[in-house]
């Protein structure tokens, strides 16, 4: 009888478990975290966006120009900011982007690919932003040589 106990026991406590992890992010506390989960959200979706111009040809187009340059550099620097605040999840960055994400869909019973690739989001934005550091770096000292 005792077994049986401690065995619904460990049923009711990974029940619970598994309802945290299907939780959604906490929101933001406070207008600080407000404008951060902002500027973090808009930043995914700028870098998105920097990223395939990069991977379509900016990086390989040969000119000497000074402004190609400095738009080299200043969006290396962009991706640089955006990969260290996901790389780090300094404040709870991943957090509040994900939230920023998901708010839309709070309380929908979502399919099971939906919820594994929510299990998988926060390791995936950490992979995402040590990326865009390493392209961000790239970037900026590509386009150094030509300023000096």
Do not use: N, Y
């Not at 406070?30 to 990223?51: K, T």
């Not at 187009?61 to 000074?66: L, T």
């Not at 620097?77 to 709070?106: N, S, V």
């Not at 950490?126 to 030509?146: E, F, H, R, V």
Request: a positive charge; aromatic letters at 6%; glycine letters at 8%.
């Amino acid at each position: 009888m005792a077994s049986f106990l401690k065995l619904a026991r460990l049923a009711t406590q990974a029940a619970a478990a598994q309802k945290a992890l299907q939780r959604p992010p906490a929101p933001p506390a406070g207008r600080f975290e407000r404008a951060l989960a902002f500027a973090v959200h808009r930043g995914f979706a700028i870098c998105v966006l920097i990223s395939a111009a990069l991977a379509l040809g900016l990086l390989a187009i040969g000119s000497d120009a000074a402004w190609l340059a400095w738009l080299r550099i200043a969006l290396g620097l962009i991706l640089i900011a955006e990969g260290l605040l996901l790389a780090t999840d300094w404040r709870g960055a991943r957090r509040l982007t994900l939230w920023r994400m998901r708010r839309r869909d709070a309380g929908a019973a979502l399919p099971l690919t939906h919820r594994l690739a929510r299990r998988l989001a926060g390791p995936g934005l950490q992979l995402l932003g040590i990326a865009w550091l390493g392209a961000g770096i790239l970037a900026a000292t590509i386009a150094l040589p030509t300023l000096v």
